[in-house]
Structure formats: structure tokens, C-alpha cells
């Protein structure tokens, strides 16, 4: 038989492969087919495509094989298990075996003829990671009266808001930014005196850096958020004519050329995290200017998934933060009708809530961040005149009354979360 001896429970006769310990794990399987032998471990990563795993054709009792879902998109694309003539818990290969729950493991023992391939443990971790508690956060860029902006202002571990500190690169509105790498942040695209496609990176002390040349179509009006617990996705904006385009950031900040667009093309919305490992897009302007509800999902290697209808008053210009670890809250924007405070809560598998009624002053055009491991802050903003207030958000997604402004008042700012230190 084949298999290692530690794991022949059945005592059976014959060679048996050497091993210094343990399974022998063979390299990640990223491939549409696999056939697979007894004695091994396999992680199967169907992060682009499902699998079908063939077993070996002749088996002893006692044989081994496990199977584990490397990345955790079993869910999304499941495995299936071509017995390969034998039977699979006493059923022939003409059944189909399928295993599709995200996270799943399973270890196959061959138990004899009668039998067939028996799953001795078939397990789902359930512990799935969430991303670090983000200490820290920031406002930066944004306009007012005197012009585009360059500055900052750091919100500490317990939400308050410091003074003004002069910026770092170009100044600028109509961008976005979001935190990756665990513990930094990056701001990018945006508007100058014309549509930008330039980035800057944010250090895990708060250090905006230089302008990094552009990657991907110059615009305005877009969205950011984390995803897959260290990197983000921008989508969606205004390069001339609205978009659906995205461009995903590495976990050291690299940002990738464009991902042609998903779902409704639009600007002006909103984005968060939400999850532990996943994205949120919502709200905005679609094409012709018709405000809109609607969401689109982002799984955790960076896909956007088709529109979902939306929840809520269709808004534009609005903010989104995470909260509580896992969950997301959109809040404020410009609805048909005005300027609004209502907020529309996101759980944790990204279903969005109706409204809430408002808290605050009616605003629009504002930013966002996390901040003190699970509570969130909007800030600045536009309520009739350039804002300077804000509003924390506990880690239930309470958004809070205003808190008296500090630092410059501005609009089309935009905030981000980032250091693991309080």
C-alpha cells in the first residue's frame, strides 16, 4: 500500500513510503484539474477557478489524502472529487462529490473495497482572520474658498481630531484613500486643475510622502477601501465620462493597472471594508446623473461583483467608515431633496440596512476614517459652508453628534485609518 505507516490504522501488508514525518505536502494547487496520491497534502487554491480532483484508480485500506482550502474561496469555487472508479462513502464515481464552504479541510482515508474513500474529518476553520485594529487616523487634501488644499489633520486613538499640519504633494480634491499593509495608508487619483492618477503613500507614524507617478486611468470622484486584510481597491470616478474601472494596491502599496469595470458605471459614492476581508462599494451618480443606492460587493482577492440593488435614500457625495471589526456604515450625502445626516449600517456579510435617521448637522462631501481599533469618524465636509465638524461612530455603528470643528474647514477631503498603535 501506499501512505505512511503512522497513518495505517488498518495494519495492512505491503510497501509502505518513507516519510520523515508527517504527510508530504505537495506545491500549492492552482490548476483547473489535479490528480492526487495517497500520502500527500494538497492546498487547492480555486481563488480563479474551481477543481477537479482525481483520485488515485487503485487504493489500499488505510491510504490518506487531505485537501485544504488554501485561500478560502472554496465557496466561491467549489472542488470536486472524482473517485476515479472506486467508491466514495459506498457510491459510485457516477455521484457527484462536491465540497464548497469556504475554509473547509478534509481528510480522505481509504477504508476498503466496500466502502470506498471515507472522509474521516471533513472541517471548516471557522476562525476566519479580521484585520488589525487600526489605532490611528487621518483627514488630508480636500478644497475650500481659497482653493485645493495640501494639509492634514490626525485623529489619535480616542477620535479627537488635532490642528493643521502642512502637507505633503500635490494639493487636491475628488480623491480617495484607504489602509493597507496592516499599518499605512495610501491616498490616490483626485482632481488638481485637471484629473490626477498620482498616489501617496502614508507611513505607520502618519508621514504622507511625495507624489508617486500615477498607475492607471487619471480621474476623479472615486471610491477606496481595504480588502483581503492588507491591501485595497479604488473604483469607479470620473475620467471624462463616468467608470466601472478598479485598481488594486499590494500589501507594500503598489498600485496595478486598470481592472475593466464591473456593475454600473458611477462616481461620487462611497466604499468601506467590512467583514474582516472584504469591500463595500454604495450610493453615488450613475451615468446622466441620476443618484443611486446601489452596491457592489468585493471579495476578499479583490473581485467586484455585479450591482445589488440598493437600500436606502439614493445619495451622492456621501462617507463610509468600518466599525466594530467587521461591519461598515455609510453616512451622510446629498440626496435629491438636500443634504443629509441618515446613515445606512453594512453587517458583516455586506447586507446594507435601511436608513437611520440622521445625527448631526446635514452634510455632504466629507471624509472618513477608522480610528481606536473599532469605531469609526466622519469629518469637514460641506452644510451650506465649508465644515470643520465631525462625528464618531461607536462599535455598534452609533454615529454621535457633532463635535466642534478643528483645523481649516474644507470639502472633498478624505480620510483613511492607519497604525496598529494606540
Known sequence: MSGLVKDNIFGSSGSVIEAAGGLSWQPVVTASTVTVSAGKGYFINTTSNACTITLPSSAEAGDQIILTDYARTWGTN?????????LFQSETDAYIVDYDTSGQAVNLVYS??????TPSSDIVNALEPV?????????????NASGKLSMKNLVNSSGVVAADVTGVGTARSGFSGAGYGFDKGIFAYGYTNTRVSMSNLVSNS??????????????NKVAAASYGLDKVIFAYGNSGSFTAISNLVSNSGVVSADVSGVGTVKMSGAAAGYGGDKAIFGFGYANGYPLISLTNLVNNVGVVAADTTGVGTARTSLGACRYGLDKAVFAYGESSSNKTAISNKVSNVGVVASDTAGVGTAKQD?????????????????NGGYSATSNKVSNVGTVASDTSGVGTTRRFNCGLGYSQTA
Open 78 to 86: 467549489a472542488i470536486t472529487i472524482d473517485s476515479n472508479g472506486l
Open 112 to 117: 476498503g473495497a466496500t466502502v470506498g474513500w
Open 131 to 143: 484585520l488589525p485594529p487600526t489605532q490611528r487616523g487621518m483627514f488630508a487634501y480636500g478644497e
Open 206 to 219: 502618519g508621514v504622507i510622502a511625495s507624489d508617486t507617478t500615477g498607475v492607471g486611468t487619471a480621474r
Open 366 to 382: 466629507i471624509g472618513s476614517s477608522s480610528f481606536g481599533g473599532d469605531q469609526g469618524i466622519f469629518g469637514y465636509g460641506y
